[in-house]
């Protein structure tokens, strides 16, 4: 059967958690400025960045720059969650790390926009997904805090239109200057800092009293592993976000990919790219609010995030025998529905899964690793693949490995099922 949520002790008179009319546009708030911050330079600022400093050597560098910071991100994803789990400033322990991450995250923007070297890049974009996986880490253990299983869905599908939306914002505005100037920089660290100081101004987190853990190398190190024969839902929801993330992880190659593959310029992709995103994002518009919405009213979960890997599959199938743009723009709101109906479901899901919801930060966080290994990994192996057989062998790889995720769903119990066991469904533990 399903347990009942513990809520941590939180000291006396302290605020009560925040009006749900109040605590949906925080967290879009936070989240669209972490995306802004994160992924506008991932889909065009490092390309063009490095494309001016790096020349032929562009793609190999981006995959270094990437790899690198992925791998930053793997690490600093899960001991962000813990920390703030055990945070007890008076700011709250998940406001603290949104306010102090979106701060050093800007900052390190702006930095990385003198930059004349590959590896001052490496450097600094590994500070920037240090910094930004406290904000990111603190966003999503918000819901498992605050929001109520029954309306996890429809937040779930808002904080995905949050995610999509954000890059599209950071690709407009970054365009308003020049290509490749460091005022785009600085216009990204703007807007990720405005949002999220608006969100922890909208924002109560009650400052908890419960006991403080030991963060002794014991629990740092344990901070990166669940027992997956113990939590097996778990388990199988991390593989589903791994599998189908990396297949959704090849957008970070698109403006290589209309450089080589079609012959646009610098100064021209850059609105290319934003015309893709934007029919994309319209697309995980419609589809994450509504599957949100239908999937908190049919209580079904599952069938959205298999429609997900499905579609995702199709549309890198797609990317890869595009002979003209117009393919690849059906390409992307192909992809855009599966983007959204995968975002629809996912936040929620894993919510629903978690081993311990008292340690939802550190759980959530681990999940999320799930986001940022395929970061890693997809520029990685992108190098051999595009050796191999060019963008052809690169999208089909990342189509089959995103139907695999359509596959590993099916493990997970649905909504209502979790007591059940059986030879497709995994029950749910907990700690």
């Known amino acids: 059967m399903t347990q009942e949520r513990v809520a941590l002790p939180v000291e006396p008179g302290a605020v009560k958690a925040t009006p749900f009319g109040r605590f949906v546009p925080a967290l879009l708030l936070s989240q669209l400025g972490f995306c802004v911050a994160l992924v506008t330079p991932l889909q065009l600022l490092l390309a063009l960045h490095l494309n001016a400093i790096a020349g032929a050597d562009a793609t190999t560098a981006f995959g270094i720059v990437t790899g690198f910071g992925a791998l930053v991100a793997l690490l600093f994803n899960p001991i962000a969650g813990r920390v703030s789990d055990r945070t007890r400033a008076r700011l709250g322990r998940r406001r603290t790390w949104i306010l102090s991450g979106s701060l050093a995250l800007a900052l390190t923007l702006i930095a990385m926009s003198a930059t004349t070297q590959v590896w001052q890049v490496v450097v600094l974009w590994c500070l920037v997904q240090a ?3 406290f904000q990111y880490a603190a966003n999503n253990a918000l819901v498992a805090d605050q929001v109520p299983a029954a309306r996890r869905g429809g937040v779930s599908g808002l904080v995905g239109f949050a995610a999509s939306v954000g890059p599209i914002a950071g690709i407009a505005l970054a365009n308003t200057a020049p290509a490749g100037s460091s005022r785009q920089w600085i216009i990204v660290a703007a807007v990720a800092v405005g949002a999220s100081l608006l969100a922890v101004v909208l924002l109560r987190d009650p ?24 939590h097996p ?44 995103g934007i029919v994309s994002v319209l697309c995980v518009a419609i589809t994450s609010i509504a599957a949100g919405y239908l999937s908190d009213a049919v209580k079904r979960q599952k069938p959205f995030a298999i429609f997900a890997g499905i579609a995702v599959a199709a549309a890198l199938v797609m990317m890869a025998f595009a002979p003209d743009l117009t393919m690849v723009f059906v390409a992307s709101i192909l992809l855009g529905l599966g983007a959204g109906s995968f975002l629809a479901v996912d936040l929620a899901l894993c919510v629903r899964v978690l081993p311990n919801e008292e340690e939802a930060g550190k759980d959530l966080a681990i999940i999320n ?12 192996f992108a190098p051999m693949l595009l050796a191999l057989g060019g963008f052809p062998a690169f999208f089909l790889t990342l189509a089959v490995v995103a139907l695999l995720g359509a596959v590993a769903v099916i493990r997970i119990p649905e909504i209502g099922c979790e007591h059940l066991t059986g030879r497709w469904t995994a029950p749910i533990t907990r700690a």
């Open 369 to 380: 690793i799930a986001n940022s290994l395929p970061q890693s990994l997809v520029p990685f």
């Open 207 to 230: 400052r908890s009293t419960a006991p403080k853990p030991p963060l002794d190398l014991r629990t740092i190190l344990s901070t990166f592993w669940f027992n997956p024969r113990r």
């Open 233 to 276: 839902a778990f388990g199988w929801a991390w593989l589903t976000r791994f599998l189908i993330m990396c297949g959704y992880a090849s957008g970070g190659y698109n403006t290589f990919f209309l450089m080589q593959r079609f012959g646009y310029d610098e100064h021209d992709v850059g609105g290319i790219v934003l015309a893709i």
């Open 131 to 133: 910094a930004a996986n």
